[in-house]
């Protein structure tokens, strides 16, 4: 276990003098590129002591369970808190003011619903995926196939995504050439869940949500010292630096009609409840208690985030957006308003800032990739080898072999997809995820909770139908039909599809499991009641 | 066995009038949560400019933005009631209910 690690790091580290002199002298960026380098090794030590430590399967997939509230709630929102967020919505309140601040709260608004209807219920109903807790009183070959379909299009939704934003940014920020950050990226990651699992993703989106904390904190202290603290000032100078002047203060373009604007919301606020790789994060606690708490720090540092996030876009406005050594011939943000945040890290803090604020974005991504791995890996070896292929009785010991072949194979599919997508637009696919999210694995999850008349084929069905359904009207839609297909007239007139594919799953669950005249419906109404209890009161033979 | 464990839990009067209560404090505070969220985003769909005009006449600073930090730190303290009730409250309610039944 030692030696690959070793032999890992040092061909990373082999690879760089070429990187160095593949990017001129202008683009690569030495503090930053040096910080980089102190992280990865830090995350290959940290990837190391996490290998010795995982043995078994609830070790690979929930860290053994050992994780304490507070260090999930760190973890969990260092998984919320990707570069997309950081750089994403500073950069929407850079280019639009208050509209950034709409698509925030929308992110954020879903934790406290995850943890009313859901976070403790799934702890003590399931072991390592949500899987398990649909499956619960249900068929298992069907649902577990039903809920894998749903986190493999999530996860490679999600990583296709990543993989284009980090390659892109890292171009950007150290000089390297995109497939060779590409290249890196999904060899570190697969390093970290290989070899560490669970555990090593863990404390490794904690390193970076203490870091990504810590350097956004200091970013807005930077903006309000430039304002000596008055708000005032704040939102004054950037009314007046900004093109819009004081119109964004208010709400724009971003929400033009109602449905959007509630088909947007609900894919928010429910798909969060449906990303399989937080979900996976209730089962690294030890009980439903700490599952809870974890909701509470989690919504706590994501909340904070954002209001460090609406300080950080709107000082950039008036600190990069008025600045023209950020800007090019034509008066416009050099590298997009994405590069927002780290324009204004220079700005304030020079180049060393900068290095490290470049250095936690590419660590972001890292940690991010990395969970959705993980969790992509166990949907196959959990859900689909170890209770449908091997019917719940896995030989021992392969189990971790699957998810870690599965690993690498996700790895490298992500990769090529990284690379086959370069030049193509992929901001619509962290929204269709979400679509899918809250269409598919929301509503399994919550009825099969909730509903006592749930059935296997009422949510095999209906959960089809939510996935093809999101689907479908993307494809269709304004999004692809019109700017990446080139017709003229979209099929599907919304941009956002869940109030539609959310409503088709609810209704065709609803129908298939009310007309199912299938011969086991009634043992499985039965069984809700028992399940009901054990979703409240935790698993008796766990706590023995 | 545990079958019988948890339907024994499920016949308890106690356990069922905690379970009522529980139900009913996580509903309402998830329709806090959804009212506040939606009558946001109706009122940025249909009226947005209610949410540009200044806090005062000295102000540049819009309605909209104290709406929308103040969502934001409900979000958060929200939970935080959720957790209190649950740890002061129905988590003693339960273990009595569970070492009184003897399981």
């Known amino acids: 276990m030692r030696k690959p690690s070793f032999w890992l790091s040092s061909v990373i580290v082999s690879m760089l003098p070429s990187a160095v002199f ?55 929102a260092g998984d919320y808190m990707s570069a997309a967020s950081f750089l994403g919505l500073s950069g929407l309140v850079f280019a639009s003011g208050f509209d950034g601040i709409i698509y925030s709260i929308g992110f954020l608004v879903g934790w406290p619903i995850i943890l009313f209807l859901i976070a403790e219920r799934l702890r003590n109903l399931g072991r390592f995926t949500f899987a398990d807790a649909v499956s619960f009183r249900l068929q298992a070959t069907p649902i577990r196939s039903l809920s894998a379909c749903g ?109 959007s604007a509630i088909s947007l919301g609900l894919a928010l606020m429910f798909g969060t409840a449906g990303l399989p790789h937080i979900l996976m994060r209730f089962f690294t606690v ?67 800032f900068l290095g490290f604020i470049s250095a936690v974005a590419f660590a972001t991504i890292l940690a991010v990739v990395s969970g959705l791995t993980l969790a992509g890996a166990s949907a196959i070896s959990h859900d689909l080898y170890a209770s449908v292929f091997c ?11 699957v998810s870690r072949i599965a690993t690498i194979a996700l790895g490298l599919a992500a990769m090529i997809l990284g690379l086959s997508f370069e030049n193509q637009n992929v901001a619509y696919m962290v929204g269709l995820a979400f679509a899918i999210a809250a269409s598919v694995n929301f509503p399994i999850l919550f009825l099969s909770m909730y509903w006592k008349n749930l059935t296997t084929r009422g949510a095999f069905i209906g959960g089809f139908v939510g996935l093809i359904s999101a689907v479908a009207c993307v494809i269709t839609g304004p999004t692809i039909w019109v700017s990446i297909l080139g017709h003229a007239e979209p099929i599907f007139p919304y941009k956002h599809p869940a109030l539609f594919s959310m409503s088709a799953a609810f209704i065709s669950i609803y129908l298939f499991s009310i007309y199912d005249r299938s011969p086991q419906k009634s043992t499985e109404i039965k069984a809700f009641d028992n399940q009901f209890v054990q979703s409240i009161v935790g698993s008796i033979e766990e706590k023995k | 066995m545990a079958q019988g464990t948890y339907e024994k839990i499920s016949l308890d009067l106690n356990f069922q009038k905690l379970v009522r209560d529980r139900t009913a404090f996580s509903w309402i505070l998830t329709g806090v949560m959804l009212l506040s969220y939606y009558t946001f985003i109706l009122v940025i769909a249909f009226s947005p400019h209610w949410l540009g005009v200044p ?23 929200i939970t935080g009631v959720y957790v209190l009730r649950c740890n002061r409250e129905y988590d003693e309610r339960l273990s009595e209910i569970i070492s009184r039944l003897n399981v």
Do not use: C
Request: glycine content about 10%; hydrophobic content about 55%; proline content about 3%.
């Open chain 1, 22 to 76: 593949a990017g001129s002298a202008d683009t690569l960026n030495i503090p930053a590129v040096s910080m980089f380098l102190v992280f990865v090794s830090g995350t290959l030590a940290i990837t190391l002591w996490a290998a010795r430590r995982t043995r078994t399967a609830s070790d690979f997939y929930a860290a053994g369970g050992k994780i304490t509230g507070f260090q999930n709630g760190l973890a969990i």
């Open chain 1, 151 to 259: 986190t493999l299009t999530v996860v490679l939704l999600y990583l296709i995504a990543q993989m284009v934003g980090a390659g892109k940014l890292i171009e950007v920020l150290f000089g390297f050439p995109y497939e060779f950050a590409v290249a890196v990226v999904g060899i570190l990651m697969i390093s970290y869940v290989t070899f560490g699992g669970m555990i090593a993703t863990t404390w490794v989106q904690i390193v970076k949500a203490i870091l990504l904390l810590s350097g956004a904190s200091f970013l807005a202290f930077a903006v309000l010292w430039e304002v000596d603290f008055s708000f005032e000032r704040l939102f004054q100078s950037a009314a007046d630096s900004h093109a819009s002047g004081s119109l964004i203060l208010a709400p724009g373009q971003l929400i033009s009609d109602p449905i």
């Open chain 1, 286 to 352: 030890p009980d439903a208690k700490e599952a809870r708490k974890s909701v509470v720090f989690a919504t706590g540092f994501v909340g904070y985030f954002y209001l460090l996030l609406f300080i950080i876009g709107f000082g950039a406005i008036f600190l990069v957006g008025a600045n023209s050594n950020y800007l090019d011939a034509d008066g416009i943000i050099i590298g997009g308003s994405n590069m927002a945040a780290i324009h204004l890290s220079q700005a304030v803090g020079g180049d060393l």
């Open chain 1, 391 to 401: 019917k719940e009785q896995p030989k021992d010991g392969s189990e971790i072999r």
């Open chain 2, 55 to 77: 806090i005062s006449t000295r102000s540049i600073i819009t309605w909209g933005i104290p709406v929308g930090i103040l969502l934001i730190i409900l979000s958060m303290v």
